[in-house]
């Protein structure tokens, strides 16, 4: 027959129960994720930008140099 502590670890095998609010914090947890992953985005693009006209920049500078 089981003891106390065979049921109380198969109760932890069970899903668990979210607590209150559990799903409106993990809902705005998942949105601030989206939210950052956006500017993340948003700042590699300035930074292809940037890179991009670095380049021309210096493109520019060594053709006129050359002639």
């Given at each position: ?24 914090v993990h809902a705005r947890l998942e949105a601030r994720v989206a939210e950052l992953e956006a500017l993340l985005a948003a700042e ?24």
């Amino acid at each position: 027959m089981p003891d106390a502590r065979d049921t109380a670890s198969a109760a932890l095998v069970v899903a668990p129960v979210p607590a209150p609010g559990v799903a409106d914090v993990h809902a705005r947890l998942e949105a601030r994720v989206a939210e950052l992953e956006a500017l993340l985005a948003a700042e590699k693009a300035r930074g292809d930008l940037l890179r991009d006209q670095r380049d021309g920049a210096r493109e520019a500078v060594e053709l006129e140099q050359a002639s």
